[in-house]
């Protein structure tokens, strides 16, 4: 049945056509016909009631009633018509089936009446004399404008049916053979429409099997032969992207089989989907047991764990550094989505000898530091010496030295600082702080060169402000470098730090009216040693260090900063820490 199911429905559309065309068909031409019967009658009856009329009119009114009898049933027979003679009165004069002393008072028969109001009467009904159907034909005999008689034709309606059946027998015998040759050509012309769909149908399970060169080959010029043809262009085009697909396919493999670094694309249920050799490598496990299976079955990692629950939290590129089996990996999230499921790629440098190499780099400036600043303090101590017993001419020549041995001593503190910092080692000691009091304490340390300079320090913050868990240290060292910057590279003006809360964390804004940082060096002054005006720099002492160590704590604290800035009207930094 499934494979003949749509011939079967077109069929029964078919058989239902013609059953609901041909049986009303049938219907309405047969009593098209019996009307048109019965208006010929009409006719022949009112025809013959004139005729009788003419020769009974000399008989009326009723003297002659035998004779008016004879003349009726003589018509009658001759006419093969009931002919009845009626008196104004009601009373039968003459009828050509029946002995009219016998037949009763015609005065309110329906046809009388009609034919005596407006000058003709009809009636269809049974007839009591002769239990039959009638067709009553009623003509009025009129003389000096008065009736003096009404001539009645009848026929029974049996003749009628038996004539309009022989005719709707032929009828339904035609109706029949039109049906079944109806049925013939609808199975011929629904065979014939439905086998290039089962073509069709073939082929695009061989096509769905993987078998593209397959082709229907139809010459029918109408809409199957169009979807035949679309057909075999879908066949076609298919056929070429898969071998597109196939070789972009196979070159991905490649490329991602020759990557030194892992990747791995996780699903919406951080099951892997896809993982190259390297990443494999560094599970330690055969290929087949990692596809398919949750990461943290293979690769139990707290770093690496946390680097894909953010990602899938955020869904937006994440980055961090995990360390496993003693390397160190920066991991690189990014969040895609194949149609509606969620899906992640990590990408894992190796930055182990990267990160030895900065290790180094840390201890050799640490150590260096180190050992710098006993000597610096001491030439320091032996400058502040001589200065007491010196001249005017060579106190200003240890002036200058004792400018420089300061500013060494500024940057090894810093770098010392930042080496701190950069420690990965290091835990920061987290307190509960009051940041309007800790930066309040702060600008006292500026007091002095703030009014040399005639500038207006603001701080702007709510009675209600929350307490914020940080190292209380760091942070100062924070602001200090923040404000030292402000009032350094600020002529007039003022410098406003405002403190926001907003939700769980808490916006803080350092703005100045100062010179402004043009824009293409914005994205670098967070770098170490890195400086916008380096005679400027140098005229006021800065060691490149200060933004490096702000990005630092501010990072220490799971924090964000940012910078804007603008030539000749001011600088804002904000920086956004968690409660």
């Given at each position: ?555 220490l604290h799971n924090g964000e900063i940012s910078v804007d800035s603008q030539v000749g009207k001011g600088t804002t930094f904000t920086i956004l820490l968690p409660v």
């Amino acid at each position: 049945m499934a494979k003949w199911g749509i011939v079967w429905k077109q069929f029964f559309y078919y058989l239902l056509i013609i059953l609901l065309t041909i049986p009303p068909l049938t219907f309405f031409v047969s009593r098209e016909i019996k009307r048109h019967y019965i208006s010929i009658i009409e006719i022949n009856l009112k025809h013959q009631a004139a005729l009788t009329e003419e020769f009974v009119e000399g008989l009326l009114p009723y003297e002659k009633t035998r004779e008016i009898d004879e003349l009726a049933k003589r018509i009658g027979k001759q006419t093969d018509t009931r002919i009845t003679v009626i008196a104004p009165n009601g009373k039968i004069l003459g009828d050509s089936k029946e002995d009219p002393t016998k037949m009763e008072n015609h005065l309110g028969r329906p046809e009388v009446e009609q034919a005596m109001r407006v000058g003709i009467g009809k009636s269809i009904r049974y007839s009591t004399t002769l239990k039959e159907e009638m067709l009553y034909i009623a003509l009025p005999v009129k003389e000096d404008g008065r009736t003096i008689g009404v001539i009645r034709t009848s026929l029974p309606l049996g003749q009628i049916r038996a004539l309009v059946w022989g005719v709707n027998s032929k009828i339904i015998y035609f109706a029949f053979i039109l049906t079944i040759f109806a049925f013939i050509l609808s199975l011929i012309s629904i065979k014939a429409a439905t086998k290039p769909i089962k073509e069709m149908a073939l082929a695009a399970k061989k096509i769905a099997k993987g078998n593209f060169n397959v082709r229907i080959s139809t010459k029918a010029k109408d809409e199957i032969g169009e979807l035949s043809s679309a057909l075999n262009q879908m066949a076609q085009e298919i056929k070429r992207l898969f071998t597109a697909l196939g070789m972009e396919k196979e070159e991905l493999q490649k490329t991602l089989s020759t990557m030194v670094e892992g990747v791995v694309v996780l699903d919406s249920q951080k099951r892997v989907v896809l993982a190259n050799k390297s990443f494999k490598n560094m599970c330690g496990l055969p290929w087949e047991s990692i596809i398919g299976k949750a990461y943290w079955e293979i690769l139990r990692n707290i770093e690496f764990k946390e680097l894909v629950d953010k990602v899938f939290k955020t869904n937006r590129p994440e980055t961090s550094e995990i360390q496993h089996q003693n390397k160190v990996y920066l991991g690189n999230g990014t969040p895609f989505s194949k149609t509606k499921e969620k899906r992640i790629v990590i990408v894992l440098h190796n930055i182990t000898k990267i990160k030895q190499l900065e290790k180094v780099k840390a201890d050799f400036v640490a150590n260096v530091s180190h050992e710098l600043r006993t000597p610096l303090t001491a030439i320091k101590g032996f400058v502040e010496t001589l200065e007491e017993e010196a001249s005017e001419k060579e106190q200003r020549f240890l002036k200058i030295i004792r400018k420089h041995t300061d500013r060494l001593i500024n940057l090894i503190s810093d770098l010392l600082l930042l080496s701190k910092l950069e420690d990965r080692e290091k835990r920061i000691e987290i307190e509960e702080v009051d940041l309007k009091k800790l930066i309040f304490n702060v600008s006292k340390i500026f007091e002095e060169k703030i009014k040399e300079k005639n500038l207006k320090l603001e701080l702007i913050a709510p009675q209600n402000l929350p307490l914020v868990k940080v190292d209380s240290f760091l942070m100062e060292q924070l602001f200090i470098n923040l404000i030292d910057n402000a009032v350094k590279y600020t002529k007039e003006g003022k410098i406003k730090i405002e403190i926001i809360p907003i939700n769980h964390r808490v916006k803080i804004k350092v703005c100045d009216t100062g010179i402004g940082i043009p824009k293409e060096h914005l994205s670098r002054i967070f770098e170490r040693f890195y400086v916008v005006d380096k005679t400027r720099s140098r005229e006021l002492g800065g060691t490149g260090l200060g933004l490096s160590i702000v990005k630092h704590i501010v990072l220490l604290h799971n924090g964000e900063i940012s910078v804007d800035s603008q030539v000749g009207k001011g600088t804002t930094f904000t920086i956004l820490l968690p409660v």
